[in-house]
């Protein structure tokens, strides 16, 4: 399972990404020989914002030292999201479809979001111009406001496949828009128009004009037109609190789109979560801690999973990208403060995406919520450096 153990004696180490139609894309990954003795937390440039930096959402209540929870990647008991490994206090919302929600990045004027740290899974993924959007997937708790919703892209048509979600969107090109209402869930996919308010609404409207919604309203939405709402199948992720064996240390991922567009996730021991802070455009270099304008707490992952997929233009003016999330292909997971080498899986159209050790058994991440970071098969990875990792996003 653990394919790092040669990277503090390697430069470059290859992967294959088996892509669709038998194509297959290669991940090359830089290594920077280094000490691999864990030292203090990396630290970073950032400015520091009135939260606790060791805030975490609400909804993850992780396991205590005495308790273990392992599950999935079938027969979850009653009440443990599929997606988190998390019981949930109101176990009728895993009833329904899960909402996959279009959620603002771009322009930074569009920070602090509201209701990202609500999500179960949120993905991040390039658009264009050197920026990056999210695709926030809300199914075991709900939230009063999400937003800013923008519009949508083509990888959106696979998110909500793969979820068999409800899919809300602001706008979107003639071309992705055709490709959604075209398509088998075209009538679970809500836009602004002509859904109207609610569920999608204007937050104030006479200065900034941010298009929201309420999950609630969302969910009421679909169930008004008569769209069946039932959970679909949503098995396939193996949860555990345990931590594998095979891991290096993993303490900071500079996360890195484009000079514009970079992330640090930065492991705090207190919540043993991964905490967000992103770039301020002061330079290269100064990030900011990043909240939630809905509960004012810090952004936290217990899971930061870092996939290698093949990205591919379909215009190159106006730039306009797409992914193909098919198949199988390499993966980074930080968890608990270390990193594992692993290969994610999607099985099917219609099946979640899952992760999986070198020899093919379930890859168990944390249990509590994950974001994906969605980068290009010729992305670099630098790294460790006293646990520090940088990956730098590339499109073939």
């Known amino acids: 399972m653990n394919r790092l153990k040669d990277f503090r004696h390697l430069t470059v180490f290859t992967l294959l990404a088996i892509a669709a139609c038998g194509r297959q ?28 930096p ?8 992780l396991p205590t030292s005495t308790e273990i929870a392992a599950y999935g990647p079938t027969d979850y008991p009653a009440g443990v999201n599929p997606l988190t490994g998390l019981e949930m206090a109101s ?39 050197g920026s990056t959007r999210y ?11 999400v937003g800013p919703i923008r519009s949508a892209r083509f990888f959106d048509v696979e998110l909500t496949r793969m979820y068999n979600a409800i899919f809300a969107f602001g706008s979107a090109d003639y071309r992705v828009r055709a490709r959604i209402f075209s398509s088998e869930f075209a009538d679970r996919s809500v836009s602004e128009f002509p859904a109207g ?19 609630a309203d969302l969910q009421g939405y679909i169930v008004g037109l008569g769209v069946p709402n039932e959970r679909p199948p949503l098995e396939g992720m193996a949860f555990d609190s345990q931590i594998p064996p095979g891991g290096e240390p993993g303490l900071l991922l500079d996360m890195r789109y484009s000079l514009a567009a970079f992330t640090h996730w930065t492991y705090a021991t207190e919540s043993g979560l991964y905490l967000r802070a992103q770039e301020t455009g002061a330079d290269q270099f100064e990030v900011a801690p ?10 936290a992952a217990a899971n930061v999973i870092v996939i290698f997929v093949l990205h591919e233009y379909y215009l190159v003016s106006p730039e306009m990208i797409e992914i193909r999330l098919y198949g199988r292909g390499p993966a980074l997971v930080f968890r608990d403060g270390q990193v594992f080498s692993v290969t994610w899986v999607r099985a099917g159209q219609y099946n979640v995406l899952t992760f999986e050790t ?11 919520n994950s974001w994906i970071e969605v980068v290009g098969s010729t992305s670099r990875v630098e790294g460790p450096e006293d646990g520090s990792w940088t990956v730098r996003f590339g499109i073939p």
């Not at 609610?198 to 298009?211: G, I």
Request: with cysteine; proline share 11%.
């Open 135 to 145: 695709s926030a997937l809300f199914f075991g708790s709900d939230a009063e406001r």
């Open 25 to 52: 894309a290669t991940v090359t990954v830089t290594v920077a020989p280094t000490d691999t003795t864990v030292s203090e937390q990396p630290t970073a440039t950032i400015v520091q914002s009135h939260s606790t």
């Open 54 to 61: 060791e805030a975490s959402p609400s909804p993850i209540v």
């Open 358 to 368: 070198d020899d093919g058994q379930p890859f168990p991440v944390k249990p509590g």
């Open 290 to 299: 990043l909240e939630d304008a809905l509960t004012d707490q810090r952004i």
């Open 197 to 215: 308010c609610p569920p999608m609404c204007r937050y104030d409207p006479a200065n900034y004009n941010y298009l929201v919604t309420k999950t």
């Open 91 to 129: 176990p009728e919302n895993l009833e329904r479809r899960p909402l996959l929600i279009k959620v603002s990045n771009f322009p930074r004027g569009d920070r602090p979001q509201w209701g990202l740290s609500l999500a179960d899974l949120v993905f991040e993924h390039y658009t264009e111009a």
